[in-house]
């Protein structure tokens, strides 16, 4: 025992400062399949040992099972909001008023305004106990188990650089970074469902899923930036806050800089203005804090916000333009969703020219129509939005918008799918054909540069490309008879087609676009299958095994396989078009399953009396068998020992046999297989 329980504290400590090196210091030693094997072998030996598990193992990041509702939680100190203003005349009587309590021109700490949702972090002894949302500021929900999903979010803070107060509760912000924001309205939209209208919005319903699976599943990130309590903790500036916060493995923002004279912080904030639509995440502002810890004890708070600290923002991005047409525009889902073609304006330094409505009832509610003055902004900075109609006093109003009766792709009859117009014709829709290989041309998917949406177009107008399958028969003499295509860039099409043929599996999973599975669910199940047949014939049990896998995903992931057209498209994929690169290590435990127990679906249960549960497993699947971990009414047999608990109640309530661990030995024996043999 003392071996595995060394072995495990050397992983985790070898895991959590490959973590912080990743997470926070952004400069990772090791590949993926590295850290995932150090991984896998902390698990195995939980597995062998689940005496050893505790709080803050890697290993209790994924989400565990539903929870009812959110309990209320009282923070360690208040988490105040902030005195804010967009006009630089209120900066400088902000500065003015610190100058004359101090004394003397005070120096600032400078951190961009991330538009996220504020959180408080509880660490007890160096491990996280505790995390709540700001609530009312001194209230909040705890929402720690979806917290902890989170990989930024350390679950035991390091020691090796300073020593960890007793008790520290931080206070920090929860972001979804803007390509993920976009990732995910995409996959929403092609589920049928209403985008989230920003990333704060979207890292808001995140955070707050009752399944702590689906937290899980989206790419959450997280920035601290103070401490609110840590009794015996002294330190004497904000500067070595962040210095402390990084020393534990709390990853601060990268942009902090330092201000002695208001105008380097006017000068921090137009620099900072200008670099936002490069920025990765979403910023609204920046926040001016005195540096001087000690300094602000003395000036204390109000009722609602400290009076060291002033959030500077920038003004809202909003436009007036008027809207030239609203069109039904097919994705590749079959969703057909009202674009709004506008009169091209300018906000921020991007030209806007079209913006999503996202549905008829979207159209309805905002009462936008053709012709109609308009007020747009870019949705947390980001994606065009429709806000409102002007009203124009006299100006007569065109009809209201109707979303058409016929797909205007493919003239098949729409169906209504809740609030969304959908074209059902999946396999012979042009436009849904040029979604798809767009799609599948995309970085996360094959990456087939020089493939986009102009090309994709092309090839499916003139008739080149009519399913998925025919993108890898293209040649040079057919695509040279294009217009627009060259031999240069006919040789390098072809050439980034034959390197994609060859791909990875995570890769051509995420391109076949299966609904609400994203580039991270792709990932995890190319890990757990480790080739695509094991995956397409994986049944609903071993699927909801796999990390940020629930019901609803699996359904669809079945669904998707069962579907004849995808048999077929799959089929034509990879008959000598599409070579997978699969896991060699996994690609051998899917051969068809032979011996006694050959398909039958085992689960163990309490403390067996001679076997381990590795030996257990081990020799049940040497017989044929699928061993799982939990009860259900697919369960073929449950082996229980001393102290079996509720997957025995549950499998005497479905009528499933159970034997003991003399009768699964008498079994195996049958083959030839025991514990001295197998």
């Known amino acids: 025992m003392s071996s595995a329980a060394d072995r495990v504290a050397e992983l985790r400590a070898l895991i959590q400062r490959h973590d912080d090196l990743y997470y926070v210091r952004d400069a990772p030693e090791i590949a993926d399949d590295a850290y995932d094997a150090l991984l896998h072998e902390l698990r195995s030996l939980e597995e062998e040992n689940p005496e050893l598990v505790t709080l803050d193992s890697p290993t209790q990041r994924v989400g565990g099972a539903p929870i009812d509702g959110f309990p209320t939680v009282e ?172 020393d534990w493995g709390l990853k601060p923002n990268e942009l902090v800089e330092t201000a002695s004279s208001v105008e380097e912080v006017l000068a921090y904030h137009q620099r900072l203005g200008e670099q936002r639509d490069d920025l990765p995440y979403e910023i609204d502002g920046i926040v001016i804090k005195l540096n001087d810890l000690a300094a602000r004890e003395e000036l204390g708070t109000t009722s609602r916000f400290p009076r060291w600290a002033f959030a500077f923002k920038y003004p809202p991005r909003r436009e007036v333009t008027r809207i030239l047409d609203i069109v039904p525009s097919v994705g590749r889902t079959g969703v057909v969703t009202p674009v709004a073609l506008m009169r091209p304006v300018e906000i921020g330094g991007v030209t806007v020219a079209r913006a999503t409505l996202h549905n008829r009832e979207e159209v309805e509610r905002k009462g936008v129509r053709k012709g109609d003055l308009i007020r747009i902004q870019r949705a947390g900075d980001v994606i065009p939005q429709v806000v409102e109609w002007v009203e124009e006093p006299g100006r007569v109003r065109e009809e209201p918008f109707r979303m058409p009766e016929e797909c205007p792709s493919c003239g098949t009859p729409l169906i209504e799918r809740g609030p969304f117009t959908v074209c059902p014709n999946a396999l012979d829709c042009p436009a849904q054909l040029v979604g798809r290989l767009v799609h599948l041309a995309s970085r996360d998917a094959l990456d087939i540069e020089g493939l986009g949406e102009e090309s994709a177009r092309l090839f499916v107008d003139r008739g080149l490309v009519t399913h998925l399958p025919d993108l890898f028969d293209l040649n040079a003499e057919t695509l040279l008879e294009l217009e627009g295509f060259a031999e240069i860039s006919v040789n390098n099409l072809l050439a980034a087609i034959e390197k994609a043929s060859h791909a990875e599996l995570p890769r051509f999973l995420y391109g076949l676009g299966i609904p609400e599975v994203g580039v991270k669910v792709s990932r995890d199940l190319a890990r757990a299958f480790g080739t695509f047949e094991a995956l397409r014939c994986a049944e609903d049990e071993a699927l909801m095994a796999v990390p940020g896998v629930g019901p609803r995903m699996t359904e669809q992931i ?80 449950v082996v229980a020992g001393e102290d079996a608990g509720s997957k025995l109640d549950k499998a005497e309530a479905l009528g499933i046999p159970v034997i003991d661990e003399v009768e699964f030995l008498h079994r195996l024996e049958t083959s030839g297989l025991s514990p001295s043999n197998g």
Do not use: C, W
């Not at 660490?123 to 500021?137: P, S």
């Not at 390091?158 to 020593?163: E, G, H, L, N």
């Open 558 to 637: 079945r669904s998707f396989f069962a579907q004849e057209n995808n048999i077929e498209l799959l089929d034509r994929l990879l008959d000598g078009r599409v070579t997978l690169i699969e896991s060699e290590a996994q690609s051998a435990e899917v051969a068809p399953p032979s011996g006694p127990l050959a398909g039958v679906r085992i689960v163990f249960t309490g403390g067996l009396p001679t076997l381990s549960r590795r030996d257990a497993k081990e020799l049940a699947e040497a017989a044929g068998a699928l061993v799982v971990g939990s009860v259900s009414r697919n369960t073929d047999l």
């Open 75 to 246: 923070h360690a100190a208040p988490m105040l909001s902030l005195d804010s203003d967009k006009d630089p005349d209120a900066l400088r009587r902000f500065d003015d008023r610190l100058t004359k309590l101090l004394d003397h021109p005070p120096t600032y700490v400078l951190e961009p305004k991330l538009d996220g949702l504020s959180i408080e972090l509880v660490y007890e002894d160096g491990v996280l106990i505790r995390a709540a949302t700001r609530g009312n500021g001194r209230q909040g929900e705890g929402v720690t188990e979806n917290v902890r999903t989170i990989s930024s979010v350390p679950l035991r803070l390091r020691s090796d650089r300073r020593p960890v107060p007793p008790f520290l509760s931080v206070r920090g912000e929860i972001i979804l970074r803007v390509a993920a924001f976009e990732a995910l309205n995409e996959g929403l939209l092609a589920e049928g469902k209403s985008p989230f209208a920003n990333p704060r919005n979207a890292a808001a319903g995140s955070l707050r899923q009752l399944d702590p699976r689906l937290t899980a599943s989206r790419p959450l990130d997280i920035y601290l930036y103070d401490i609110l309590s840590a009794p015996g903790l002294e330190l004497p500036s904000q500067e070595e806050v962040h210095r402390a916060l990084a």
